[in-house]
C-alpha cells in the first residue's frame, strides 16, 4: 500500500498523558498537512510542513499541540497534557507541491483520540 | 473568518435516482475547489476538482459545477448506488494560500433501497 497511513488508528489515553501520532506520506509527496476532525464536523486544519519546513502552525490548537518533520518524510504530531475536548480523529494529508495552488490532498485513515 | 458550508446536513435518495449535495462558500479568492467522500471510520477519499477557470467537469457518474457569480458548487452523482453512502464534503483553497484546504461541514448522503 502505497498511500498516506498513520499510527496508531486508535488510542485511549488518561487526561493529562502525552500522545504522539504518526504519519508516513506518500513518498514523493513534499507537502505534509495534520487536521483535526470532531463527530459532524469537516476537517479543520491544524498545520502543513513543506518538505523539513513548518510553514504555517498558527491554526494549531494551542502550545500543547505541537508537530515535527525531521527529515522531510515522516512527521510527528504530539498533544501534551491531554484534555477531554482533545478526543478527535487527527487526519495526516500529503500532496505534491507543483506551481501555484493547492492540489489533492491524499488523507489516511486518521489516528482516532479518546482522552478519559 | 470565512468558511465553505453546504446547505443540507443530510440527503435521502432512492438506489438508482441521482443526487445533488449543493455548497456555498464566501472566500472570493478561492480558485480551485474539491469535493471529498468519507466513510464512516475513514479518512476523506478524493472524488473530484475543479479550477475556477472552469464551470463544469465531469468525472465518472460524477460531475461538479461551479457557479462564482452565487459562490456556489454542487455535486451531481448519477445513477447511486449503495456504495455512494457517506459524507461528502466540499473544500475550497483559499487562493492558494497557507492553510490548505478549508472543510464544510458535510453532507450525509443515504440511500434508500
Known amino acids: 500500500d502505497t498511500g498516506v497511513s498513520q499510527d496508531p488508528r486508535h488510542k485511549i489515553t488518561k487526561r493529562g498523558q502525552n500522545v504522539t501520532f504518526r504519519c508516513d506520506p506518500i513518498s514523493e509527496h513534499n507537502r505534509l498537512y495534520w487536521y483535526r476532525q470532531t463527530l459532524g464536523q469537516g476537517p479543520e486544519f491544524l498545520t502543513y510542513f513543506q518538505n523539513e519546513a513548518q510553514l504555517e502552525k498558527s491554526r494549531l490548537l494551542s ?11 515522516f512527521s510527528t504530531l504530539e498533544i501534551q497534557r491531554t484534555e477531554q475536548g482533545d478526543s478527535a480523529m487527527y487526519l495526516c494529508a ?8 493547492t492540489g489533492e490532498l491524499f488523507f489516511g485513515e486518521g489516528s482516532r483520540l479518546t482522552v478519559l | 473568518g470565512e468558511s465553505v458550508g453546504l446547505h443540507l446536513p443530510t440527503l435521502s435518495v432512492q438506489e438508482g435516482d441521482n443526487s445533488i449535495i449543493n455548497c456555498a462558500y464566501s472566500n472570493s479568492a478561492s480558485d480551485y475547489f474539491i ?25 465518472q457518474r460524477v460531475t461538479v459545477l461551479l457557479n462564482k457569480t452565487v459562490k456556489h458548487l454542487s455535486l451531481q452523482i ?15 483553497n483559499g487562493g492558494g494560500g497557507a492553510d490548505g484546504l478549508t472543510f464544510g461541514k458535510g453532507t450525509h448522503l443515504i440511500i434508500q433501497p
Open chain 1, 63 to 73: 502550545d500543547r499541540f505541537s508537530a515535527e518533520r525531521p527529515k522531510g518524510s
Open chain 1, 94 to 101: 500529503s500532496s505534491l507541491r507543483a506551481g501555484g495552488n
Open chain 2, 35 to 59: 469535493w471529498y467522500k468519507q466513510e464512516s471510520g475513514k479518512g476523506p477519499q478524493f472524488i473530484i476538482d475543479i479550477r475556477s477557470n472552469m464551470d463544469k467537469r465531469q468525472g
Open chain 2, 78 to 92: 448519477a445513477a447511486t448506488q449503495p456504495g455512494d453512502s457517506a459524507v461528502y464534503f466540499c473544500a475550497e
